[in-house]
């Protein structure tokens, strides 16, 4: 009973590691996928979106 248990857990774990990476994955992609997108229709709105200061020399 505790090996089928254990199992279990062992199984779980590694299955929702995967979910949990596809999942970041995804969103990340998606997220960068769109900021290139916007960046070549108005650099000025992608760096208004991710926060980008010009560097005063």
């Known amino acids: 009973m505790f ?3 254990l199992g279990f857990f062992i199984f ?4 929702l590691m995967g979910f949990s990476m596809l999942l970041f994955l995804g969103l990340f992609v998606g997220y ?7 960046e070549s229709l108005s650099p000025k709105l992608a760096h208004k979106i991710i926060g980008h200061k010009e560097e005063e020399a």
């Open 3 to 5: 090996t089928k248990t």
């Open 12 to 15: 779980l774990f590694i299955f």
């Open 32 to 38: 960068w996928l769109t900021l290139i997108s916007i």
